[in-house]
């Protein structure tokens, strides 16, 4: 998993994310919105969590966005990261 880990990363700078730290929690900012994107071991699956302001995220008041299970396999992931992040979070 953490090759995918580094892949989602690179993907997200790729799209012009940028790397923010608040309260110690690192964080991708893009457009005002804030992303984190959490491995759940339960579902097998990483989730994008998204905050929609600084206030937002510094409390920790974060919306579930998609699922992407690791069933869809290393490329099959990053692809559908990609198309969402490209359609619904930019």
Excluded at 19 to 35: M, N, P, R, W
Aim: net charge negative; hydrophobic share 40%; glycine share 6%.
């Amino acid at each position: 998993m953490d090759a995918i880990r580094v892949k989602i990363n690179n993907l997200l700078k790729e799209l012009g994310y940028k790397i923010v730290e608040i309260d110690g929690k690192e964080l991708y900012c893009h457009e005002g919105s804030y992303f984190k994107i959490t491995y759940i071991d339960n579902f097998k699956a990483y989730v994008v969590e998204y905050a929609n302001s600084y206030e937002n995220a510094k409390n920790n008041v974060f919306e579930d966005g998609d699922i992407y299970p690791i069933a869809l396999g290393e490329i099959g992931l990053i692809e559908k990261l990609k198309a969402d992040l490209i359609s619904y979070y930019s």
